[in-house]
């Protein structure tokens, strides 16, 4: 098969996921008790206007119908109004989602880097007390509940250092006399590709506690992931081989076997980017960071259901990609493997 | 014999340094940056503030939620209410004076004259009559609250006269603070798609500059508002979206922000010891309470709901949820809001042994019932004070089952099939607008298919009562008359016990010390709104 | 037989132990091995007497803290290797004396492509630039009888068959120009008829390349039909050494005798378990002659003390007290072996 054959093959099928997905979302947002036309129509509204809001929004209708209608558009791109912002729900995501990501992604390189890093640093110096401390490190990062970590990292780096932003995503005096143009909606890369420096720092700087507060368990699943995978690796014939040779350590455990020992890493870090990007709703709450997942919270206390369909549909679509970039990325790491 | 060299570890180390190193720079640096900052407004010109208001909607005929906030700014009634305590119930906005005709049928408002709208439009009578046309029209957010008003009559350029279909107390209406705005014919063009974009178009002393959603809004004066500006006044409002209550308070103790809307109430006295900062503490129309659901049985008894009104632990509550910043409600409408009965109907007291006395005299000498109770997940104070009550009824042997439910399924619960509505339902209630008989009226007059009569309790007697009272409101002879009848419905409420009245919540705020708030900063009649031009430095 | 003169490396009793759960493994036991340039020394003994351990021990490539060499001397062109320096060693290996081991599958990353990974080697011991190192690369391909061409190269080792992958790991071993193979039973898990392609190429590239080899085996006939010289190893020592007809047709060791006795010429490893007795236990190994147990011919002396070798014949070394004494050799004063032409070392000298 060739490789777009292949692609082809699972983008088609993950069409069908996200129908399945869709049809779920639909079932289970609908079926608890929950009153849409009340939350269009917001607080303290009339039974008149909750009635009218009912017909307007077509929900007099059998559910089954308002599901036909809902998939329709959706076929259609019409992902529906949100109940609350009364937007429509593609674009509140597209608003939202550029700033998730730039948390996400930077979380996810950083607790990449470091968590293959310890974990190879591990695997090679099994049972010494580097093992010890990195291992106690990664078990921290993997059971510290989140909102206890973010405490910490607030106190640390702003209560007793006074070095980092507590939340939000500028200073306000910054963002006022140094205003980013928003080109990929990310602003810390928007600052960077304008030149815009004060801003870049400001937006960097207010990045590193969600970021760090986000990566923490990713980091801990990667090195323990990474450790294991390396020590598997570091016992093949073909890493006594390649030392019979002279070929150097370093080399060894970062080029030979590491390379070997990635197929398995690649899939925990796809399961930590769609576990970050659920991870991420609660890290942005605290951090007052205005991404997908203050949307997504501020959607599903409301029961706005156009709107937590819109971000699950997205969830799983952002999970599917990543499942298939992980799938591709392993074939391209290991030629052994057959895409089929 | 080849020892593993020791570059691995090196490179670990070398990675984590790297980072580090980055970190500190990008740290450091910045510690230059946000000093350095030039621009176009110096910093003592921009008043800094956290709020977790977002914004539904940006119509102003529409918008009824937590963008009050901004909409109280941009835009202006005809007419304000006064805090509790001031000489007159209220002062002129965009009308100069009213009257209203002997039959309370119709009222007349004389506009303000030389004021524009942001788009330069000039305000008067066609405005008014656009403005509230099409606030009816739309029939969105609190539109209901202009039903009565038959027609909207341009008298003269400005004059207008409001002809109503039964008399009430319109003057509380236009100062109401949703549904009361004036804003722009000139929008008649545009689609709600425009307007949710972030745009307005009032008379307010302050203009939208720029709209991040859920992020960051701007305001700047407002250059033509005919109001006066002084020099300590800020140029340039930055609301930043924030919505925990800890996040607030550290930036807030970072003189990153200058106000933080929202206090945890348990950090109360930790704010107030910080020698930068003032917390602010106020009446509000914050009131909670709790309905019996008079259909369930045993609770379609007056006297089990009697006793369980004396089982209520008021003042622990307070205490509890509250962190004593509350007062124990007199009926449902706070005190200090028109038509309080002032301290003439007696209220329930925590008292076990009337309460044990009165469920015997019910048929439950020993309680040995279980009743269900919903509140909203998202209430802090709800959720803190559910327990207190449970305890509390568990002395008088009345189970209580607590569901903690998210808001929309607690309404869309107390809403469905009788037999699965909950026994007792917790609500945090605030009024529409400054009158007390949105309380009385929405909670407690019969429905046809329930809404917030969540008692589900039907009374012709009381029915009728609130109706006279509402009307004698409507003309100022009339108050004395009608404050009576209304002392009289509240009376019964007590006594039929409906619900339990918790307490009148106080509001809380905190600010730092280098700004300071007017007076009229803060009005219960606008709950939540600060009014940016009372902020000075 | 080549014209063997100078010696290549010569192991001077190595004893070497492991730190194991069960308690100290004296794995190998006074060692004495000689491999001069040019020549193949076939290494043969039952499974678990020492054989691979040997050929780690030469390359450093035991994991410390678990292996520790007590005692000896591993002189490669007269250096000490094991003074060198973890560094020093990592660029001896390789480029002076490599090694490949039995399963080239395993012993080749299936990540990267073949030609990748001989190039890569190149470019380590050589640092040449990339084009000089892929000229290298084609030549080890040709050296090893590969085609020298981009398929080869890009090729993934699952992409070649069992026989082609020896050849490969070979390319990789020599492409640097390595004086000494050690070729840990190269040929085990290969087809019979694969084995003698694999068993050819060494020689060819001992005639063209001159490269010296130690061929670790259990098979004797494979020995025997590849090797110039052969070492007898049993529980961690060489107990017997020779020229191969030497060795084969006229064995002095007890255990040699056993061996070659119970096996005709051709059978292989699961056969050598047929003399009688077990395998010892180097935790707590017989002591004396660490043979005795088993053998046939043991003598009081035996299990007291450790033979030393004596000269059975010219070139021809043998450890056992019955055979010093029985076919009337000399048991004078231990003489390690030694090159048959080197000036001064046949008068049996002491070491
Ligand atoms: N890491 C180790 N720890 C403990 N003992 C070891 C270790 N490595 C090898 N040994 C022991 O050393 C002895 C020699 O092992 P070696 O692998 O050299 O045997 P071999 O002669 O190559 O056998 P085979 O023909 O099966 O390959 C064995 O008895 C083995 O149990
Ligand atoms: S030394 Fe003794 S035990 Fe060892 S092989 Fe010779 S005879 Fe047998
Ligand atoms: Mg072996």
């Known amino acids: ?71 329709k558009n959706l076929v259609k791109g019409d992902w529906g109004d949100s109940l609350r912002t009364k937007r429509p729900v593609l674009n509140d995501i597209m608003h939202f989602l550029p700033t998730s990501l730039e948390l996400i992604i930077t979380a996810l390189v950083v607790a990449t880097i470091v968590g293959v890093i310890f974990g190879v640093t591990t695997a090679h110096r099994k049972g010494t007390w580097i093992d010890l401390v990195m291992r106690v490190f990664s078990t921290g990062g993997v059971s510290i509940p989140a909102f206890w970590l973010a405490l910490m990292l607030q106190i640390a780096f702003f209560r007793v250092l006074h070095l980092l932003p507590v939340a939000g995503q500028s200073d306000i005096f910054v963002a006022q006399a140094h205003p980013i ?40 699943v990667i090195m323990r992931m990474t450790r294991s995978s390396m020590l598997e690796a570091m016992g093949n014939d073909y890493i006594r081989m390649a030392r019979a040779l002279g070929v150097p350590p370093r080399t060894l455990l970062y080029k030979d076997a590491l390379k070997n020992a990635f197929g398995p890493v690649l899939t925990v870090i796809g399961l930590t980017f769609a576990y970050s990007l659920t991870g991420t709703f609660f890290v942005e709450l605290i951090f007052a960071w205005p991404g997908l997942g203050y949307y997504a919270t501020t959607s599903i206390l409301s029961m706005d259901y156009p709107a937590i369909m819109g971000v699950t549909i997205m969830v799983a679509a952002a999970y599917v990609l990543v499942n298939l970039a992980v799938d591709l990325a392993q074939a391209f790491l290991d030629p052994r493997i057959a895409l089929s | 014999m080849e020892r593993w060299s020791s570059r691995p570890g090196r490179v670990a180390i070398t990675a984590v340094l790297v980072v580090t190193v980055a970190l500190l720079a990008v740290v450091l640096t910045a510690g230059c940056g946000s000093s350095n900052t030039s621009g176009t407004a110096p910093k003592a010109d921009i008043l800094r503030l956290a709020y977790t208001s977002t914004v539904t909607t940006w119509d102003p005929s529409a918008s009824y939620s937590t963008e009050v906030v901004y909409m109280a700014n941009l835009y202006e009634p005809l007419l304000y209410a006064n805090p509790p305590g001031s000489t007159e119930p209220f002062s002129p906005a965009l009308a100069t004076s009213w009257e209203v005709a002997k039959d309370g049928l119709s009222w007349t408002f004389h506009l303000r004259q030389g004021v524009t709208f942001h788009d ?39 004059t207008v006269k409001m002809l109503l279909t039964y008399p009430v107390a319109l003057d509380r209406i236009a100062a109401a603070s949703s549904g009361s705005w004036m804003f722009s014919p000139a929008t008649a063009v545009k689609s709600s ?48 979206i924030v919505a925990e209550a800890g996040t607030q308070q550290q930036e807030l103790e970072a003189s990153q922000i200058d106000y933080a809307g929202l206090v945890a109430r348990d950090q109360v006295d930790a704010l107030a010891a910080n020698p930068n900062i003032d917390v602010v503490k106020g009446q509000s129309w914050n009131s909670y309470l709790m309905f019996f659901n008079t259909q369930h049985k045993p609770l379609d008894n007056v006297k089990v709901r009697q006793a369980l009104s004396y089982a209520v632990p008021y003042q622990d509550i307070i205490t509890v949820a509250a962190n004593g910043l509350g007062t124990q409600s007199k009926g449902p409408v706070p005190v200090g809001l028109w038509p309080n009965t002032q301290g003439t109907v007696t209220q329930y007291t925590t008292d076990l042994t009337k309460a044990k006395q009165l469920l015997s005299d019910a048929g439950y000498p020993n309680g040995g019932f279980t009743l269900n109770l919903t509140y909203a997940a998202e209430n802090t104070l709800e959720n803190s004070f559910a327990p207190v009550i449970k305890e509390s009824f568990a002395k008088i042997g009345v189970k ?16 469905g099939p009788i037999a ?36 589900y309790w039907y009374n012709t007697d009381f029915d009728k009562l609130l109706t006279e009272a509402y009307g004698l409101s409507a003309v100022p002879s009339g108050l ?10 509240q009376a019964m409420l007590v006594d039929q016990a409906p619900a339990a009245y918790l307490f009148d919540a106080q509001f809380v705020v905190a600010k730092l010390k280098t700004i300071a708030l007017g007076t009229e900063a803060i009005n219960p009649n606008y709950p939540q709104v600060l009014f940016w031009t009372k902020v000075t430095r | ?145 590969l085609p020298p061409d981009k398929d080869t190269f890009k090729r993934y080792p699952h992409q070649f068959s069992g026989g082609m992958r020896q050849r490969v790991c070979m390319a990789m071993a020599l492409a640097c120009g390595s004086p000494l193979l050690i070729a840990d039973e190269p040929t085990t898990a290969l087809d019979v008829t694969i084995q003698a392609q694999i068993l050819n190429l060494l020689l060819k590239l001992r005639a063209e390349l001159d490269v010296a080899q130690i061929l670790i085996t259990h098979n004797v006939g494979v020995a025997a039909q590849t090797c110039d010289r052969i070492a007898v190893m049993y529980a961690g020592s060489v107990v017997e050494e020779g020229p191969v007809s030497e060795v084969l047709k006229r064995p002095h060791h007890p255990y040699t005798i056993a061996l070659y006795q119970c096996l005709p010429h051709g059978r292989t490893a699961a056969e050598l378990q047929t003399i009688p007795g077990t395998v010892p236990d180097l935790i707590d190994p017989p002591t004396g002659c660490r043979f005795h147990p088993r053998c046939s011919h043991v003598m009081e002396i035996c299990p007291t003390a450790k033979p030393q070798p004596v000269k059975a014949a010219e070139r021809h070394w043998v450890s056992c007290f019955w055979a010093a004494e029985g076919a009337g050799l000399s048991a004078g004063p231990f003489r390690p072996p030694t090159p048959p032409d080197a000036p001064g070392t046949d008068d049996g000298a002491p070491a």
């Open chain 2, 193 to 240: 798609k425009w307007w949710d974009a972030g745009h307005e178009d009032g008379t307010g002393p302050w203009t939208l500059q720029s709209y991040k959603p859920n992020q960051e809004l701007v305001f700047v004066r407002n250059p033509k508002w005919w109001g006066t500006w002084s020099d300590n006044q800020y140029q340039k409002i930055v609301v930043e």
């Open chain 2, 420 to 455: 699965q509505r909950q026994d007792l339902f917790v609500l945090l209630w605030w009024p529409s607008l400054p009158d007390g008989y949105d309380n009385l009226n929405s909670m407690f007059r019969p429905e046809t298919s329930p809404a917030w009569n969540l008692a």
């Open chain 2, 120 to 158: 330069g439009t000039p305000f008067n009578a066609d405005a008014v009559k656009y403005s509230i046309d099409r606030t009816k029209k739309l029939n969105l957010g609190a539109a209901y609250l202009w039903a009565p008003v038959k027609e909207v009559q341009v008298v003269d350029p400005y």
């Open chain 3, 1 to 145: 037989m080549s014209a063997a003169t100078a010696e290549l490396l010569a192991i001077h009793d190595l004893r070497l132990q492991f730190r194991s759960m069960r308690g100290l493994v004296k794995a190998l036991d006074g060692v004495e091995l000689t491999v001069h340039d040019g020549e193949i020394l076939g290494l043969v003994g039952e499974s678990g007497c020492g054989k691979t351990i040997t050929g780690l021990a030469v390359l450093g490539l035991l994991q410390r803290p678990q292996a520790e060499i007590t005692s000896g001397a591993i002189l490669y062109r007269g250096d000490d290797l094991l003074a060198k320096t973890d560094a020093q060693m990592q660029k001896l290996r390789g480029r002076d004396i490599s090694m490949v081991f039995q399963d080239p599958l395993a012993s080749l990353n299936p990540v990267f492509a073949v030609g990748n990974q001989i190039e890569d080697v190149v470019r380590l011991h050589k640092g040449v630039s990339r084009k000089e190192a892929r000229e290298t690369t084609y030549k080890a391909l040709a050296s090893v009888g």
């Open chain 2, 400 to 415: 209580v089952n607590i569901q903690k439910l998210l808001w929309n399924q607690q309404w869309a619960k107390a809403k």
């Open chain 1, 181 to 220: 143009t928003a080109i990929t909606g990310m602003p810390v890369v928007d600052a960077l590709i304008t030149g815009n420096w004060p801003a870049f720092t400001d937006s960097a700087r207010h990045l590193v506690l969600p970021m760090l507060c986000l990566a923490a368990y990713p980091m801990g």
């Open chain 2, 480 to 489: 004395e008359q009608s404050q009576q009848k209304y002392n009289e419905a």
């Open chain 1, 1 to 71: 098969m060739t490789i777009w054959a292949y692609v082809v093959r699972r983008i088609a099928l993950a069409v069908l996921v996200l129908f399945g997905v869709a049809t779920i979302t639909f079932l289970m947002v609908r079926i608890v008790p929950s009153d849409p036309a009340a939350v269009y129509v917001g607080s303290n509204a009339r039974p008149e206007q909750i009635a009218q809001a009912r017909r307007d929004l077509g929900l007099d209708k059998p559910l089954y119908v308002q599901y036909g209608i809902y998939m």
